[in-house]
T-cell receptor, first 113, second 116 residues
Framework: AQTVTQSQPEMSVQEAETVTLSCTYDTSESDYYLFWYKQPPSRQMILVIRQEAYKQQNATENRFSVNFQKAAKSFSLKISDSQLGDAAMYFCAYSWSADKLIFGTGTRLQVFP | DTGVSQDPRHKITKRGQNVTFRCDPISEHNRLYWYRQTLGQGPEFLTYFQNEAQLEKSRLLSDRFSAERPKGSFSTLEIQRTEQGDSAMYLC??????????????FGPGTRLLVL
């Protein structure tokens, strides 16, 4: 069965600094999709970034980028130039085809001024 | 495009009562998903539809839970004889039929259920 593990329950970063959130997963599939979602307090889940497993190039979206290591089954999220608005729960998720998402337990990110 | 909408946003009920939640996906999204999220945890998959067909149900979806999407547009999730353990956030998501983006799910604001 596929599993997603986020080993950092909480992380903190100073405004304008860089932080990396870790995620590992387990699957026997070769083609799949990985996502990072952000869930601000009492607000809805927002897609941050997605990565197709068949693409070797790491995805980037403005200040957000991933380090996708397929052999190691690792998918970390780097947030550069952190802003107060980045404070949220971040969930790593896995999907095979257009199937259900399997989520990790989340990492709570605090951003200090 | 308006986003995924869910109604109600909050529901308080007494144990043993039935509740029904509604989800309206993004227009023309053909897949619709239901998840449950308890405090401090990631969402857990419940069920999903492609158009009006229910394609998969999780073991979490006991006999007291039923979901429908009768015309392939909005969906309802009903919980019968609610129990305190049903207290959670119920999230709905939809994904487009567009090739290249159909794997991406867009979430609604959720319905927070409290069973007393």
């Amino acid at each position: 069965a596929q599993t997603v593990t986020q080993s950092q329950p909480e992380m903190s970063v100073q405004e304008a600094e860089t932080v990396t959130l870790s995620c590992t997963y387990d699957t026997s599939e070769s083609d799949y999709y990985l996502f990072w979602y952000k869930q601000p307090p009492s607000r809805q889940m927002i897609l941050v970034i997605r990565q197709e497993a068949y693409k070797q190039q790491n995805a980037t979206e403005n200040r957000f980028s991933v380090n996708f290591q397929k052999a190691a089954k690792s998918f970390s999220l780097k947030i550069s130039d952190s802003q107060l608005g980045d404070a949220a729960m971040y969930f790593c998720a896995y999907s095979w085809s257009a199937d259900k998402l399997i989520f990790g337990t989340g990492t709570r990110l605090q951003v200090f001024p | 495009d308006t986003g995924v909408s869910q109604d109600p946003r909050h529901k308080i009920t007494k144990r043993g009562q039935n509740v029904t939640f509604r989800c309206d996906p993004i227009s023309e999204h053909n897949r619709l998903y239901w998840y449950r999220q308890t405090l401090g945890q990631g969402p857990e998959f419940l069920t999903y539809f492609q158009n009006e067909a229910q394609l998969e149900k999780s073991r979490l979806l006991s006999d007291r839970f039923s979901a429908e999407r009768p015309k392939g547009s909005f969906s309802t999730l009903e919980i019968q004889r609610t129990e305190q353990g049903d207290s959670a956030m119920y999230l709905c998501a939809s994904s487009p039929r567009t090739s290249g983006d159909q794997e991406t799910q867009y979430f609604g604001p959720g319905t927070r259920l409290l069973v007393l």
